[in-house]
């Protein structure tokens, strides 16, 4: 059973910094793209970010490029969210997610993902 498990999440003030991190363990973390997404209370989860099989390819959100970083460690099994500049408009549970296919490609749609963790809660104080 593949699961995903987040953490790093926490209170931060605007302009500090937060790393996510989330351990994939069940199958084999290599051959699948990775995606981070955030949902804040009463809206729809949206894509923050997401990276290939070997992370040479990256793709992000308007609202977080430049200041977020996706990365992956496959001997670690770990996909990583350096988040810089923090804004109160960033503070969401943030969820890791990765497909069921091998070698799909990235994607910025939620529904193309199978597998989610639980959500690591982040708050950004003004």
């Known amino acids: 059973q593949v699961q995903l498990v987040e953490s790093g999440g926490g209170l931060v003030q605007a302009g500090g910094s937060l790393r996510l991190s989330c351990v994939v363990s069940g199958r084999t973390f290599s051959p699948y793209t990775m995606g981070w997404f955030r949902q804040a209370p009463g809206k729809e989860r949206d894509f923050v970010a997401t990276?290939?099989?070997?992370?040479?390819?990256?793709e992000y959100a308007d609202s977080v490029k430049g200041r977020f970083t996706i990365s992956r460690d496959n001997t670690k099994n770990t996909v990583y969210l350096q988040m810089n500049n923090l804004k109160p408009k960033d503070a969401a549970g943030y969820y890791c997610?990765?497909?069921?296919?091998?070698?799909?490609?990235?994607?910025?749609?939620?529904?193309?993902?199978?597998?989610w963790g639980q959500g690591t809660q982040v708050t950004v104080s003004s």
């Open positions: 997610a990765a497909p069921s296919r091998r070698y799909y490609q990235i994607s910025t749609r939620p529904y193309e993902y199978t597998h």
């Open positions: 990276i290939n099989q070997s992370g040479g390819t990256t």
